[in-house]
């Protein structure tokens, strides 16, 4: 079992910033590909970013490409969500994911994660 611990919400003026941290535990987390997702009130789980094991390849949601970069740091087991010019529509709880271990991309797909976060609040006011 893969424990996530997220951290970095808060609250933020609509063209500011925030970064976000994911933390994971054991030795392994440069087998994972990790991404991040997103759920707004009354919406659905929906993708933002994922970054392959490796580090070299990511993929965004085209609502956030431009101004979300996705990063990863094996040697902390840690990986990052900076966003910047922050919209209103960003507000969400935002959650770390891991998985698909036998792939070397960037996976945009939550059946292709196996382990989650317990999700940080992000809120952006206009």
């Known amino acids: 079992q893969v424990l996530l611990v997220e951290s970095g919400g808060g609250l933020a003026q609509a063209g500011g910033s925030l970064r976000l941290s994911c933390v994971a535990s054991g030795r392994t987390f440069s087998a994972y590909a990790m991404g991040w997702f997103r759920r707004a009130p009354g919406k659905e789980r929906e993708f933002v970013t994922a970054i392959s094991r490796g580090g070299t390849n990511t993929y965004y949601t085209d609502s956030v490409k431009g101004r979300f970069t996705i990063s990863r740091d094996n040697t902390k087991n840690t990986v990052y969500l900076q966003m910047n010019s922050l919209k209103p529509e960003d507000t969400a709880v935002y959650y770390c994911?891991?998985?698909?271990?036998?792939?070397?991309?960037?996976?945009?797909?939550?059946?292709?994660?196996?382990?989650w976060g317990q999700g940080t609040q992000v809120t952006v006011s206009s």
């Open positions: 994911a891991a998985g698909g271990g036998s792939s070397r991309y960037a996976l945009p797909n939550l059946w292709e994660y196996d382990y």
